[in-house]
């Protein structure tokens, strides 16, 4: 089945850009997203990018899909302290179907 | 903005009671969803429901579980006899209004806690 695998930590320095890695091994997944846990909060949706995309940008965020290496990033610019929290990503191969996560990367940002 | 809700925010259970755990969908959305996250685990899939039935389920989703929307709000989760392997965060998400299919919203989740 499918696997979704995300570095587990990442520290990084506020006004610093953040770079949260993703890589999926279902080449069908069409619908890539990224989602934000707050400490004791649900699943936040930060943005989304279909496969047929390269990049999607969204304010301080910017998605990159490689679709060849199967490998999914997010870019935050100017990381504030309110951006630590656990960022997953989740993949799907259809739009009301279910979503395969991996297991959040922890960002600590730092002053 | 439209967002979904569940109750309780925490239930402590003891082993082998039944609970249902109770989720409102954003009100338009047409697909419904519980996700369970045990501590230090990955994010699973339970099950999805559309048009009143289950669209599919994950082999977590033995005959113990069962999904219901017994009215036009309300979305619930039932495990019959809870085991201590049950405890776990589960999250209700929601999809698909007239427009879109695409984006699944979560819910804040039910800590569940059986002893």
């Keep these: 089945g499918e696997d979704v695998e995300q570095s587990l930590f990442l520290s990084v320095r506020e006004g610093d850009s953040s770079v949260i890695n993703c890589t999926y091994t279902d080449s069908s997944s069409t619908y890539l997203y990224w989602y934000k846990q707050e400490p004791g909060a649900g699943l936040q949706l930060l943005t989304y990018i279909f496969s047929n995309m390269d990049m999607k940008q969204d304010q301080r965020l910017t998605v990159l899909l490689n679709k060849k290496d199967k490998h999914l990033s997010l870019r935050i610019a100017d990381t504030q302290t309110g951006d630590s929290a656990i960022y997953f990503c989740a993949v799907t191969t259809d739009s009301w179907g279910k979503l395969q996560f991996g297991a959040g990367t922890q960002v600590v940002v730092t002053p | ?115």
Excluded at chain 2, 46 to 60: A, D, G, P
Excluded at chain 2, 71 to 79: A, E, M, Q, Y
Excluded at chain 2, 98 to 115: C, E, H, N, W
């Design chain 2, 1 to 115: 903005e439209p967002e979904v809700t569940q109750t309780p925010s925490h239930q402590v259970t003891q082993m082998g009671q039944e609970v249902i755990l109770r989720c409102v969908p954003i009100s338009n959305h047409l697909y419904f969803y519980w996700y369970r996250q045990i501590l230090g685990q990955k994010v699973e899939f339970l099950v999805s429901f559309y048009n009143n039935e289950i669209s599919e389920k994950s082999e977590i989703f033995d005959d113990q579980f069962s999904v219901e929307r017994p009215d036009g709000s309300n979305f619930t989760l039932k495990i019959r006899s809870t085991k201590l392997e049950d405890s776990a965060m589960y999250f209700c998400a929601s999809s698909g209004d007239s427009f879109s299919t695409d984006t699944q919203y979560f819910g804040p989740g039910t800590r569940l806690t059986v002893l």
